[in-house]
T-cell receptor, first 110, second 116 residues
């Protein structure tokens, strides 16, 4: 089974905030990532956080990391219809071992 | 726009055909990857090249043969594939792997492969 867990679906209304949650199990993870995948496209690296940080903000995106609980979240402020996609949480250790969650399908309703 | 370019975008082939997928990046990255992604699933790692040498093969069947001609190019040669090999094949790249620390991976848009 997967070591990175995410809820499969999230639905929000346009203009609201979206919060996508992820739990991971390997405390030695160095980087934690959020990727976005739109239909028919590859994975777009949205943002990432180094394991010695607890928060990172980039425009409408806020990443929170709780190392004690091994919990990572992605908050999207003022969610737009163009934010509808699948969001993958991923953790990496050394030697390019990167593990993905199953992905959360975000639906934004007008 | 992605900085990792994959060609072709779509490929339909029979089980006896031989074809190749191509990937190119000009970010100076020295690690390149092939992933396979089935519908509604996360990507699964197939191969990793580091400094043009194969460093990880995730027990991939020999009908998939990777090649890294130089630091910017990565190919995946396909021969005698099965219908279950139909999937989106993603290429990614990252900076070097010095000190064993992984760097963020940047993905291409993938090649959607259909095996008849």
């Amino acid at each position: 089974g997967e070591d990175v867990e995410q809820s499969l679906f999230l639905s929000v209304r346009e203009g609201d905030s979206s919060v996508i949650n992820c739990t991971y199990t390997d405390s030695s993870s160095t980087y934690l990532y959020w990727y976005k995948q739109e239909p028919g496209a590859g994975l777009q690296l949205l943002t990432y956080i180094f394991s010695n940080m607890d928060m990172k903000q980039d425009q409408r995106l806020t990443v929170l990391l709780n190392k004690k609980d091994k919990h990572l979240s992605l908050r999207i402020a003022d969610t737009q219809t163009g934010d509808s996609a699948i969001y993958f949480c991923a953790e990496s250790m050394g030697n390019n071992d990167m593990r993905f969650g199953a992905g959360t399908r975000l639906t934004v309703k007008p | 726009d992605t900085e990792v370019t994959q060609t072709p975008k779509h490929l339909v082939m029979g089980m006896t055909n031989k074809k190749s997928l191509k990937c190119e990046q000009h970010m100076g990255h020295r690690a390149m990857y092939w992933y396979k992604q089935k519908a509604k699933k996360p990507p699964e790692l197939m191969f990793v090249y580091s400094y043009e040498k194969l460093s990880i093969n995730e027990s991939v069947p020999s009908r998939f043969s990777p090649e890294c001609p130089n630091s910017s190019l990565l190919n995946l040669h396909l021969h005698a594939l099965q219908p279950e090999d139909s999937a989106l094949y993603l290429c990614a790249s990252s900076q070097d792997l010095s000190r064993g620390v992984s760097q963020p991976q940047h993905f291409g848009d993938g090649t959607r492969l259909s095996i008849l």
